[in-house]
Nanobody
Framework: QVRLVESGGGLVQAGDSLRISCKAD????????MGWFRRAPGKEREFVST????????YDSDSVKGRFTISRDNAKNMAYLQMNSLRPEDTAVYYC?????????????????WGQGTQVTVSS
């Protein structure tokens, strides 16, 4: 079992930047791709971004492409989501997730481990 803990959320203004982090509580043997998802008020959780085990492959949703950047530091058991040019519609609880099987995925059901989430609020 791998425990994931997100941090770095907060209240920012439209146009600001924010970086949220995800830490695994131990060296995640068998953890492959990692991803970020979000749930906005009154909506279902949706895919944001994913990164392969080595970090060479990433994929972003159309809604954040060009504004958000996912990265990871396996030596520190960390994953990050750098969010630039934030918009009010980016307001959501952001969840970190990890897969135990090979390859990136956009599908929530293919992730085995989840964090509790961190709130990001963007005011207009």
């Amino acid at each position: 079992q791998v425990r994931l803990v997100e941090s770095g959320g907060g209240l920012v203004q439209a146009g600001d930047s924010l970086r949220i982090s995800c830490k695994a509580d131990r060296r995640p043997l068998g953890v492959d791709a990692m991803g970020w998802f979000r749930r906005a008020p009154g909506k279902e959780r949706e895919f944001v971004s994913t990164i392969s085990r080595g970090g060479s492959t990433t994929y972003d949703s159309d809604s954040v492409k060009g504004r958000f950047t996912i990265s990871r530091d396996n030596a520190k058991n960390m994953a990050y989501l750098q969010m630039n040019s934030l918009r009010p519609e980016d307001t959501a609880v952001y969840y970190c997730a990890a897969r135990s099987t090979l390859g990136i995925s956009l599908l929530e059901a293919r992730y085995d481990y989840w964090g509790q989430g961190t709130q990001v609020t963007v005011s207009s």
